[in-house]
């Protein structure tokens, strides 16, 4: 069965027809991250615009093979935003007659491991760290999954991109830790939670707590000197700090759970650090990893349910604890 997926809960533009859920046959982003970087964070309306401009042309590019079934992505995520994909999808149905299945963002991201045929053995224990979220699930098969904790603050990607902001490495820092990262023992940051015996995460302290130490190795304004010594031993110190508490926690459920697997998704899994912690995790390819339709027609084919087009709307607050 090949379905059209289609994904706009943030900045990117997706669409991607996906064969059994494992075959790639097109994927498409289109992104505005760029327009939102002088910002120094998203501005929804922005994002929406640009979702409105964007999503004929994606869909259309796309649209290289024929489909049997339209899958779409109704929340979590930005309203603007996800309208523009849940109006579009109800048309192509009304006017197609084809089935529409409705898909969590979140839940969906952890299919992009599925892609490509990969034999994921279960049960598994799923990490899924993106800019919006850090939740770990129990798999006991492609369809059975359970929620098993999650962050009580912010995402391990959104403590990214606030210390990048602070050290001046632009908007969506995740990337640029990553690259500016240079091992040092000069900075000390805590490990919020790492010790605990829940499964959640914490992760709003480290804010203040670059600032604080910001202020015990620099006397001048944070953004002075891109490039210095002290922000990339800061840059290493962050890297480490997200990643030692994903993978303790990680590492802490399939001990618990007994699992045979560990899977990586979202964006933060992109990081080649947490990676490297991660030896024995199953990750999809970096592209896969940041926002993108293959995923959201991977689930549908494995877990998503067609319903009536009339009745699906978008959810910028779905529940992600299941
Ligand atoms: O999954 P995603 O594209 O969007 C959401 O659903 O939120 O994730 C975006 C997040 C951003 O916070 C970005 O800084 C982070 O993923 N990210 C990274 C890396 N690449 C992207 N974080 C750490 N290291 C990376 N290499
Ligand atoms: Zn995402």
């Known amino acids: 069965m090949k379905i059209l997926g289609i994904e706009t809960s943030c900045d990117e533009t997706a669409a991607a027809v996906v064969e059994d859920g494992v075959k790639v046959l097109s994927n498409v982003v289109a992104s505005s991250a760029a327009m939102h970087e002088k910002y120094g964070g998203i501005v929804p309306e922005v994002a929406a615009r640009e979702q409105l401009r964007c999503i004929i042309p994606t869909i259309n590019e796309a649209l290289g093979s024929e489909y049997d079934a339209i899958a779409v992505t109704v929340g979590p995520g930005l309203i603007g935003s996800l309208l523009v994909g849940v109006e579009t999808a109800k048309t192509l149905c009304m006017v197609t007659g084809k089935p529409l299945i409705p898909v969590n963002h979140v839940l969906a991201h952890m299919y992009a491991n599925f892609v490509d045929n990969k034999k994921i053995i279960f049960p598994a ?139 990586l998704s979202g964006g933060v899994a992109a990081n080649t650090r947490l990676r490297e912690k991660l030896p024995q995790a199953i990750v999809p390819p970096v592209s896969l990893c940041t926002d993108n339709a293959v995923y959201i027609a991977s689930y549908a084919y494995f877990r998503g349910k067609p319903e009536d087009w009339h009745t699906i709307t978008s959810v910028p607050d779905l529940s992600v604890e299941i």
């Not at 059975?144 to 969506?172: C, M, N, Q, V, Y």
């Not at 499964?199 to 944070?222: C, I, P, Q, Y």
């Open 125 to 263: 224990i799923s990490l899924v760290v993106s800019g919006g979220h850090t939740e770990l699930y129990l798999m006991k098969s492609v369809k059975d999954i359970t929620w098993l904790g999650g962050t009580l603050d912010d995402a391990a990607g959104e403590a990214f991109d606030k210390t990048a902001r602070l050290l001046g490495f632009g908007s969506r820092g995740g990337l640029a830790i990553q690259k500016n990262a240079k091992k040092s023992d000069v900075i000390h940051l805590p490990r919020p939670m790492m010790r605990d015996d829940s499964l959640n995460f914490s992760f709003s302290g480290l804010k203040t707590a670059v600032m604080r130490e910001w202020k015990k190795h620099n006397t001048s304004d944070v953004k002075a000197s891109p490039t210095s010594e002290v922000k990339s031993a800061f840059a290493y110190e962050i890297q480490e700090a997200i990643t030692d508490v994903l993978v303790e926690k990680t590492n802490r459920a399939a001990r618990k759970y007994n699992v045979k697997s560990i899977l």
